[in-house]
């Protein structure tokens, strides 16, 4: 399983992408993203956006090419290790 996390702590990145190994998936981290964000996209199984570390503009740009591509979208207000647990823990069981 593939996942994009836009927005977080910088500072966490390599945290973020260790949670995700956990469980089983290979993440994309943008915490500072510049520029177009279509191209770095993809095609990801889940968009996780932190919503309280990215602009209320980032937010919805994310959230038109996830539309646009059909990807769910988990919309979380922290940008904590817990937080990014708790949403792939509770995707991973909608998935099996």
């Not at 996942?3 to 977080?8: D, L, N, R």
């Not at 990215?54 to 940008?79: D, G, L, Y």
Request: charged letters at 20%.
């Amino acid at each position: 399983m593939s996942i994009v996390i836009i927005g977080g702590n910088e500072c966490m990145v390599c945290q973020y992408q260790d949670i995700c190994k956990k469980f089983g998936c290979k993440a994309k981290v943008f915490a500072k993203k510049q520029g177009m964000l279509r191209k770095d996209l993809g095609n990801p199984d889940l968009l996780i956006l932190f919503t309280n570390t990215v602009s209320h503009k980032m937010v919805i740009s994310a959230s038109q090419e996830a539309k646009k591509k059909n990807i769910p979208i988990a919309r979380v207000h922290t940008s904590s290790a817990t937080a990014l647990h708790n949403v792939l823990s509770e995707y991973s069981c909608i998935q099996a």
